[in-house]
């Protein structure tokens, strides 16, 4: 029996955070991580884009606008304190017709109500900061967006942890639970503790419902790619995004400016067939594709939250010609030909509310005295990880 006051399910980079915040706070207490992988960042953790979110584009009134912005500081600070990669090159949204000049404006004012550094500009001085991005009018220009690696602060925050004395258990796998607050693993190891905390992305609804939680969620994996430029010119110097659809959750196909000083464009947002469907038959897991493509069927002939539209336009983006195009409406020219490379895929553990049959949002959360489940980890989840783990120890976990 491995016992501790705190067991945090998954070792993505929101249990890490969470993990190094209940360290903070109670610096006696033992905690334990168990992670199914061999080591950090084999998900979403550590798959992602690699950019850093200002925290312009949520409502005021929602958790990821509480915590993007001050997640932004507090990474681009552990960065340089830990002399890790960082590359401060901003980011602009730019429209590409007159209707979209409302969103933009929305843009900026739910940044500046969020604190963030964020403003309009017009295209002459838009020409001044990126001459290659075109606008209609004008765009909004975020200084305060950066790039990272996110596997490096992955791995960062795992070395301080064990240097902190956490234990990280790799290769072990929730498999269920029993009674005492007790969890047993795929190995049959077993692990006790005060506070179980289940971190676990992907899964963390199916673990949850294990503990009477996530009764009117599920999660629908959705499958993102990136397209690298190959050639050894540098067709932009900074982040450039479309202004994307408020009502969706993703901000659509745009360049990247990454952290290594290289340009990429996407991601895709594709209905993926099993939880861990990042390529060809891998993974495979039957029970887990007959549940979600029962779900997307769902969604595909209701055209819930425009479900079939979204699905049948990311499967145009798997032709790469389509694919650039869209990323090519954002600037003045572009060597189509360039982008050669697709990036390894990662997979967003997206949430469902099944009862009105429309994707969440914001983060959530739900407990009890003994759990906490994090259901919902989503962009902006990776910024946001170290004011989004004070959170839930200070509203979810009493030692």
């Not at 992988?37 to 798959?47: I, L």
């Not at 199916?206 to 067709?235: C, H, M, R, V, W």
């Not at 549940?291 to 049948?312: C, D, H, S």
Request: with cysteine; charged share 25%.
């Amino acid at each position: 029996m491995n016992s501790s006051d705190f067991l945090i399910v998954g070792a993505g980079v929101v249990g890490l955070s969470v993990a190094r915040e209940l360290k903070n706070r109670y610096p006696d207490s033992k905690i334990n991580i168990i992670e199914k992988e061999p080591d950090v960042a084999y998900h979403s953790s550590g798959r992602n884009s690699g950019v850093l979110h200002a925290g312009f584009y949520y409502s005021a009134d929602s958790l990821k606008a509480k915590f993007c912005r001050n997640g932004n500081k507090m990474l681009k600070e552990y960065c340089k304190e830990r002399k890790l990669s960082l590359n401060e090159c901003g980011k602009v949204v730019v429209a590409r017709n007159e209707s979209e000049l409302v969103s933009l404006f929305e843009l900026e004012k739910r940044g500046k109500k969020n604190g963030v550094d964020v403003s309009i500009i017009d295209t002459k001085q838009l020409s001044e900061f990126e001459p290659n991005a075109k606008t209609h009018q004008y765009a909004l220009y975020s200084p305060t967006t950066a790039t990272v690696d996110p596997a490096e602060v992955n791995i960062a925050i795992k070395n301080e942890l064990i240097d902190k004395g956490i234990n990280i258990f790799f290769n072990e796998e929730f498999k269920s639970k029993k009674e005492n607050n007790i969890v047993v693993t795929k190995k049959g190891t077993l692990f006790q503790a005060g506070v179980i905390i289940n971190a676990a992305g992907l899964y963390a609804d199916k673990i949850a419902k294990q503990y009477g939680f996530s009764e009117k969620y599920t999660i629908i994996p959705f499958k993102g790619i990136y397209l690298k430029y190959t050639n050894n010119d540098l067709p932009v110097k900074t982040n450039i995004y479309p202004v994307p659809n408020l009502k969706n959750p993703w901000l659509g196909v745009h360049f990247t400016y990454t952290v290594d000083n290289r340009v990429k464009i996407g991601p895709t947002a594709t209905p993926a067939f099993w939880r861990e469907n990042y390529k060809g038959f891998a993974k495979f897991k039957g029970n887990e594709f007959i549940q979600i493509l029962g779900w997307e069927a769902l969604l595909f002939i209701t055209n819930a939250f425009y479900f079939r539209n979204i699905a049948i336009d990311e499967i145009k983006k798997y032709n790469r010609n389509y694919f650039v195009s869209l990323a090519s409406e954002l600037v003045h020219s572009i060597n189509k030909k360039g982008f050669t490379e697709w990036t390894k895929p990662g997979i967003r553990a997206q949430l469902l509310n099944v009862n009105t049959k429309e994707l969440v949002q914001d983060y959530v959360i739900e407990s009890d005295k003994k759990t906490v489940h994090i259901l919902n980890a989503v962009s902006p989840a990776f910024t946001s990880c170290f004011p989004f783990a004070e959170y839930i120890v200070d509203n979810y976990i009493t030692k």
